[in-house]
């Protein structure tokens, strides 16, 4: 099906623009029924905000009374005007608002479709295109006017709602994706603390108890005592063990040593961006010929340590091709193969630990960890045959989290390919179809 199409500017696509920058809301001491939407919870692939990310709540008076342009309803594009810019939500449900650096376009729907136009805003040449946009030497910003007077093309109805199907069901199975590996890494998690931090097993068998949800061998493994150490009471055989022990942490190479290109020469360089939205045509590459140690390998460990510590400081399992290891993160290698889910959920679950370090640190927006950070730092390593257990159990969880971003990526790469195809209607739906019957659910 290709229509005819007619080219509008955003603005002609828009019944209203919510726009309450300027100010900052009071802010709600407690959680409540009113989140406040900032850049975080937009940043990224996902379709919709990430409102796990959200921090900020405002009170139903704040939230009825101060925001003189109102809120983001159902159908609504949020867009970030400052700070990160040209990131891309559709708002779905629920009561959000927004204030600083944040917009919501509302289209007009007998012009144009949500899904659609959060198409149209996401694919790569119209991101090319916003970022030009930027106005500020300093902070990245756009301003309202000039994204209104962005040309977008338009197709019929019809054909809209054909586009956004399909390419919303690429995002419901990524979502879906997504969401399993949420719950995956969740149950990680908590058999680590369990495990390493709250020592139930150690606990139960000291009562004279069978650890619960655990089997009769691994159980045997456990000590049924604890004994005290310089620093704290931890089970018996275990002992305290500095974070910068635990693997080789090898920091990248500085950007420029890379001789960067944009010509997707060589391999691509590894910035936090990557860490996040793995490589796109913003990424820079390059084709030098530097030491093994900066080769990031598929499946490598990775901890940023610099940059806005609720968004950047994290550790990732970095589930694209080789690329090269840039300044500011580490490449983490255990000491041993079967120590490795141990390390990784260690560093996971330290990661509170790492933004508050990186807070008190911070400068301009940034902050950082250092290797000091990392020596002082301390976490109860048990003995190797309770890791061998561990990384049979939790291993298998984090090789299934593997798989699945594995999987993500290739609904990504199709669905990227596909869609500026779609958008500009040089792919029929039902070509569209016939591309994508291979691949795998």
């Not at 289209?107 to 805003?121: A, G, H, Q, R, T």
Request: charge should be negative; include cysteine.
């Amino acid at each position: 099906m290709i229509s005819k199409r007619i080219e509008l500017t955003l603005k002609e696509c828009l019944i209203k623009v919510v726009d309450n920058r300027g100010k900052t809301p009071p802010i709600s001491d407690a959680i409540s029924p009113y989140p406040l939407i900032e850049v975080n919870a937009i940043v990224g692939a996902a379709k919709s905000p990430n409102f796990s990310a959200i921090k900020k709540f405002v009170t139903e008076g704040t939230y009825k009374n101060w925001f003189r342009a109102g809120h983001p309803l159902p159908g609504d594009i949020i867009f970030s005007t400052v700070g990160s810019i040209a990131e891309v939500a559709l708002f779905e449900a629920g009561n959000g608002c927004i204030a600083q650096n944040l917009i919501a376009l509302r289209p007009n729907l007998e012009i144009v479709l949500p899904d659609f136009l959060y198409y149209s805003l996401v694919h790569p040449k119209m991101q090319s295109y916003l970022k030009t946009l930027d106005i500020s030497s300093v902070q990245p910003s756009i301003k309202v006017p000039h994204l209104l007077a962005t040309k977008i093309t338009i197709p019929s109805l019809a054909e809209q709602k054909f586009i956004g199907d399909f390419l919303s069901n690429f995002d419901s199975r990524i979502n879906l994706l997504r969401e399993t590996n949420d719950t995956l890494e969740s149950i990680a998690q908590a058999l680590f603390k369990s495990w390493f931090i709250d020592f139930d097993p150690v606990h139960a068998k000291a009562r004279g108890l069978m650890p619960e949800g655990m089997d009769e061998a691994t159980a045997e493994l456990f000590p049924d005592s604890f004994e005290e150490t310089e620093l704290e009471t931890v089970p018996k055989d275990w002992r305290l063990f500095v974070i910068y022990d635990l693997a080789t942490f090898i920091n990248g190479a500085a950007y420029k040593a890379f001789e960067p290109n944009m010509y997707r020469r060589g391999l691509p360089i590894i910035k936090i961006a990557e860490l996040k939205a793995g490589v796109t045509e913003n990424t820079a590459y390059s084709n030098i010929e530097m030491p093994k140690k900066y080769r990031i390998e598929t499946g490598d460990i990775l901890f940023s340590w610099s940059g806005n510590p609720d968004t950047s400081i994290d550790t990732f399992v970095w589930s694209f091709d080789p690329g090269w290891l840039n300044q500011h993160i580490f490449r983490v290698l255990p000491h041993q193969k079967n120590e490795r889910a141990f390390v990784l959920q260690a560093l996971r679950y330290l990661r509170p630990v790492f933004a508050e370090l990186a807070r008190n640190k911070q400068t301009t927006g940034l902050g950082h960890v250092t290797v000091a950070d990392l020596k002082r730092l301390r976490i109860t390593k048990p003995e190797q045959k309770i890791l061998d257990a561990f990384e049979g159990v939790v291993g298998s969880i984090q090789h299934q989290i593997f798989q699945n971003a594995m999987r993500v990526n290739t609904l990504v790469d199709l669905r990227d390919t596909l869609l500026p195809q779609l958008i500009s209607g040089q792919l029929r739906i039902a070509d569209a179809e016939t591309e994508t019957e291979n691949v795998p659910p």
